[in-house]
């Protein structure tokens, strides 16, 4: 299976602050199609988990500007610009080009 | 809108089985992927495995190969996810999901609670 190994596992943060959380994967996440299945996922404490970015760096719909997805490769990065007090929860990145898909550990994001 | 609502919680005794519900609406439910997930007690999320409903096309995660069974009726919008006999290390939540291809998931489910407890 394709390890999904994200930094830091916990993040605390200041309002208003920068937050920046890192996914690395063991293989190359780009498929045949040209595409890089690379998603973020955020879950609020007691909710289902929520999708914020799909293929790198496309953000959902709904989801605040505040979020963004970089990356290539093996090397992904979710960044928020300026954290508010709803963004507490845990992020996962998935990796949905090779089977089966994977999860990173999760990072928990709180407030300081 | 796209809606996946799962079947209520569960407690069991080891040993029992066990089948849950994920039902799709909103949406053309053959023609999307529904996978599986477990999240353990305070642990993090684990693919279990999807199926293609119009077809009944499965593939499970190796983890998971044989110790579940994942099965969809397309006729009702429904997607299942059960066990023949449960041990207490089944305990956790399960999530379905919906997937785009088998590899762009995006809406989830509620979450089940399955407890195994003698």
């Known amino acids: 299976d394709v390890v999904m190994t994200q930094s830091p596992l916990s993040l605390p943060v200041t309002l208003g602050q920068p937050a920046s959380i890192s996914c690395r994967s063991s293989?190359?996440?780009?498929?045949?199609?040209?595409?890089?299945?690379l998603n973020w996922f955020q879950q609020r404490p007691g909710q289902s988990p929520r999708r914020l970015i799909y293929?790198?760096?496309n953000r959902d719909s709904g989801v605040p500007d505040r979020f963004s997805g970089s990356g290539s490769g093996t090397d992904f990065t979710l960044k928020i610009s300026r954290v508010e007090a709803e963004d507490v929860g845990v992020y996962y990145c998935?990796?949905?080009?090779?089977?089966?898909?994977?999860f990173g550990q999760g990072t928990k994001v709180e407030i300081k | 809108e796209v809606q996946l609502v799962q079947s209520g919680a569960e407690v069991k005794k080891p040993g029992e089985s066990l089948k849950i519900s994920c039902q799709g609406s909103?949406?053309?439910?053959?023609?999307?992927?529904i996978g599986w997930v477990r999240q353990m007690p305070g642990k993090g999320l684990e693919w279990m495995g999807i199926?293609?409903?119009?077809?009944?096309?499965?593939r499970y995660s190796p983890s998971f190969q044989g110790q579940v069974t994942i099965s969809a009726d397309m006729s009702i919008g429904t997607a299942y996810l059960q066990w023949s006999s449960l041990k207490a290390s089944d305990t956790a939540m399960y999530y379905c999901?919906?997937?785009?291809?088998?590899?762009?998931?995006?809406?989830w489910g509620q979450g089940t609670l399955v407890t195994v407890s003698s």
């Open positions: 999901a919906r997937s785009k291809g088998q590899r762009l998931v995006d809406y």
């Open positions: 909103g949406y053309n439910f053959p023609n999307y992927w």
């Open positions: 199926i293609y409903p119009g077809d009944s096309d499965t």
């Open positions: 293989q190359s996440l780009e498929y045949s199609d040209g595409d890089t299945y």
């Open positions: 293929k790198v760096s």
């Open positions: 998935m990796q949905g080009t090779h089977w089966p898909q994977t």
